[in-house]
C-alpha cells in the first residue's frame, strides 16, 4: 500500500535524481518501491538535474480497462522516457514514472548536469542491486513456454496503483494546486462533460448538439466533436494504404470525417483503434518520429510484434482532454497511426513553410 502525503514536488519544478546508492537504497529485494520497478533504462539519469513534466498523482492502465489509477508521491520528469534498450528493444517510448523518493528537489534551475552532487550512501546499505534490476525484468520461463514474459513499469501499474473513481473531485483539485492542468483547462474539460453527458443521454437531442458543437469548433479554430459513428458497416473489411512513411517525412492528419471512413464498429483498423483523444490531431502537420515494430502488453507482459508497422508522430500525445474517466491523465502515451490515417505533405509545402 502506498504511503500518501501531501505533493511535495509539482510540475515545472527542478528536481537531481538521487545516486544510483542512494536509489537502490529504497528498492526492495525486487528491486521496486511501493510496486514501481525502477528500471535499468532510468540508471542513465542518476544524478541529472532536470524539470519536473507533471505530477503523476494519477494515472491511466489500459491493462485494466479505461478506469483511472492513482498513485502516490511520483511524477514524470519532462519527457523523460523509457528507450526500451534493458527490454530488448521495446518501442512503446513510455514517460517514466518517478518515485519523490528518488529525487532531491532544487531551487532553481541548474546550469549544467551534475553527477557528483548527491552524497553517495554506501553500498551495502542498498536494499537492492543493480544485478537484481537487470536480472528482475525477464520472468524465468517455464518448460515449454516459447514467450518470454516481461516486467516493466507499465505491466506493474496495477499493482502501484489504486482504483480512481472519476468523481473523486480531489483528483481535479490536485490537477490544479500541482501545475498540472490550469484553471481555465478544467473549466474547458469540466464543462465538455457535462455537454456530452447531455447530447450522449439518449433524449433526443444528441444530433442537434454535436451540430451545434461543431459549428462553434469551426469558427474558434477547434476540434470537432470526438464521438461519431464509425463508417465501415458491420462485416464489411475497412480500407487499407500503404505510405511507406520514413523518419523525419512530414505528414498530414487527414480530417477526422475521411478516418471515420476506414473505422470498424468497434473504432479500428485491421486491430489498431483510433482512440477520440487522437481527434485533436486531425488536419494538422507533424513529422514521422519513427515506425512502430514492437511494444511489451502491459496485460500480459508478452513481447507483441506488429503485422504492419504503426507510425508515430513527433509531439503528438495523448493528451486525456475526453474520456470521463482518465480526464487529464499525465502519462501522455503515443497514439498509433495507420498511414490509411496520413497523407503525405508535398515537398514544395514543406519547403515553403
Partial sequence: MCNEHSPQIHADEWVQVKSKEEILATLDANGRLDEL??????????????????????????????????????????????????????????????????????????????????????????????????????????????????????????????????????????????????????????????????????VGVGFAMRWVYDQFQRAIGGVPYPIRPYGVPKGTPVPRATLDLEVGEKVRVKPYKDILKTLDSTYRNRGLYFDAEMVPFTEREYEVERRQKQIIDEASGKMIRFKTDAIILKDAVCEARYAICRRFCPRAIYPYWREIWLERVPKAAVKAD
Fill in 37 to 202: 520497478p525502477f528500471m535499468p533504462e532510468m540508471l542513465r539519469y542518476c544524478g541529472a538535474r532536470v524539470k519536473v513534466g507533471k505530477r503523476a498523482h494519477k494515472t491511466c492502465d489500459p491493462a485494466l480497462g479505461i478506469g483511472g489509477r492513482k498513485m502516490a508521491n511520483t511524477v514524470h520528469l519532462s519527457n523523460i522516457r523509457c528507450n526500451g534498450a534493458a527490454h530488448d528493444g521495446c518501442e512503446a517510448g513510455c514517460l517514466i514514472f518517478w518515485k519523490e523518493e528518488w529525487l532531491n528537489p532544487i531551487s532553481s534551475q541548474p546550469a549544467k548536469i551534475d553527477a557528483a552532487a548527491a552524497p553517495l550512501v554506501p553500498s551495502s546499505a542498498a536494499g537492492c542491486t543493480e544485478e537484481v534490476l537487470h536480472s528482475s525484468i525477464r520472468v524465468p520461463m517455464a518448460a515449454g513456454e516459447t514467450d518470454q514474459l516481461y516486467v516493466c513499469q507499465n505491466t506493474q501499474i496495477k499493482f502501484a496503483t489504486q482504483p480512481l473513481p472519476w468523481w473523486d473531485v480531489r483528483q481535479y483539485v490536485e490537477d490544479y494546486t500541482s501545475g498540472n492542468v490550469p484553471l481555465s483547462e478544467l473549466a474547458v474539460g469540466l464543462l465538455y462533460s457535462s455537454y456530452r453527458t447531455v447530447a450522449e443521454a439518449g
